[in-house]
């Protein structure tokens, strides 16, 4: 005798089978957008980690004509990597000096109470790898300037988290300028803005 509607017996999916395969399916859909945006790296390599940091040139004016250059002397060492802060062994004073460059100060506009922009900076001296880099601030006669550095082998000298007090800068506005020295070479760059320091 034929089964009737009533009788007949469906065969359902399971429920609990079913959400965690659409589990699944999503969680395959996000890693695959996140991996077409490079926000993840699971399957390949990340491409910021094969190429080198582009370092800022935000100077300005400089006395030469070696801006955007390649560095002169560069190591050739695999082991360097830029940022890298072990120094040279010993600079070689023959080589070329490059032009100073860099972020002299992370904020034109900073205020002696730290209100409401912070009296804590930081500059960069981007220059010939064993250099030795200082930022000068100048005001009517008066020089102020970060203590002088030796650049580490990706040319680079680092002054984090300096304050405004601590190089006696007062209010008013102050001509930034680096100096890199190699031997007998000098050369300086001027940052384009002002620091201009309010109480």
Request: aromatic share 6%; net charge positive; charged share 15%.
């Amino acid at each position: 005798m034929p089964l009737t509607n009533k009788q007949r017996v469906t065969k359902k999916f399971p429920k609990p089978l079913l959400f965690a395969g659409l589990a699944v399916l999503l969680l395959v859909a996000v890693v695959i957008i996140l991996e077409a945006t490079n926000v993840t790296h699971f399957f390949r390599t990340d491409p910021q980690k094969q190429t080198y940091e582009q370092t800022p040139t935000t100077g300005g004016a400089s006395t030469n004509s070696q801006k955007g250059e390649p560095q002169a002397n560069a190591s050739s060492d695999p082991s360097s990597q830029p940022g890298d802060t072990k120094s040279n062994s010993g600079s070689d004073t023959t080589a070329t000096l490059a032009s100073p460059s860099g972020d002299f100060v992370s904020n034109h506009h900073p205020n002696l109470g730290s209100y409401p922009a912070p009296n804590t900076l930081s500059s960069v001296c981007t220059t010939t790898p064993g250099a030795s880099c200082t930022i000068t601030f100048k005001n009517n006669g008066v020089t102020k300037s970060l203590p002088k550095q030796t650049a580490d082998r990706a040319g680079s000298v680092y002054w984090n988290s300096w304050t405004l007090q601590s190089i006696g800068l007062t209010a008013g506005s102050w001509q930034v300028q680096a100096v890199a020295t190699l031997g007998d070479q000098t050369k300086t760059a001027d940052d384009a803005m002002a620091l201009v320091v309010a109480q």
